[in-house]
């Protein structure tokens, strides 16, 4: 079995489920905790967008919105003051570039506020069932300990070689796979190697058992 299959088959069978936790109606409310999302979990996100969406339903609500009110119905989140500028920046380009319609092309809805390559990615995969990898923090140190890319490597770039690598069929569920893989057990500070399927095929645990073994 080639090591790519073996990384898809053990993440079949330990996250069979894997999806987008984010809670949301609608495509605006779908970007909107998108971008709220960063750097937070998506049950933080999914406790402050009820109020949020049931204050400022629509991109024209939203773009009209006072500053002070979006921080105070997103305060809990880390972030809040920039998240609630975008929020508000972003429904405005909506309404202004885009008359009232959020952009459904990967590059158009890069131009709105606060919405990187990895959003956008995101955002099409949740809408429309786009196929793509989208790069977060998890995906990105996933694949640069499996060997797919060095530490450091831009976000698309990495997005790039995962694609070349995985069949476009498993794009989405690899994306979601990646970040509760990255979540649960190939964490940022100490990864759980011995409970993890992966150990055969994974550059980053050869080369640590080999410092280790000096
Ligand atoms: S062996 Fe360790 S470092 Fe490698 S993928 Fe598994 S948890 Fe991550």
Redesign the pocket.
């Given at each position: 079995m080639a090591p790519s299959e073996v990384v898809l088959s053990y993440l079949k069978s330990r996250f069979p489920e894997a999806k987008c936790a984010l809670v949301f109606h609608n495509d605006f409310e779908c970007l909107c905790a998108i971008v709220m999302s960063a750097q937070t979990t998506d049950r933080s996100v999914n406790r402050v967008t009820p109020r949020l969406f049931s204050d400022f339903p629509t991109p024209a609500a939203l773009a009209g919105a006072p500053l002070e009110k979006v921080e105070s119905d997103i305060h809990p989140l880390g972030l809040y003051r920039s998240k609630a500028k975008n929020l508000i920046a972003l429904s405005k380009a909506i309404q202004g570039t885009f008359g009232g319609t959020i952009p459904q092309d990967r590059s158009l809805l890069m131009s709105l506020p606060g919405v990187g390559k990895k959003t956008a990615g995101v955002y099409l995969i949740e809408t429309k069932g786009v196929p793509a990898i989208p790069v977060d923090t998890h995906v990105s140190r996933?694949a640069s300990?499996?060997g797919y890319a060095k530490i450091g490597t831009d976000p698309g770039r990495i997005e790039e070689k995962l694609e070349r690598v995985f069949p476009q069929g498993e794009w989405i569920y690899l994306h979601h796979a990646f970040v509760e893989?990255g979540r649960a057990?190939?964490?940022a500070k100490n990864?759980?190697?011995h409970?993890?399927?992966?150990?055969g095929v994974?550059p980053?645990?050869k080369k640590?058992l080999s410092t280790k073994g000096k």
């Open positions: 996933v300990r499996l893989f057990v190939c964490h990864p759980v190697c409970e993890c399927g992966l150990l994974c980053y645990f640590n």
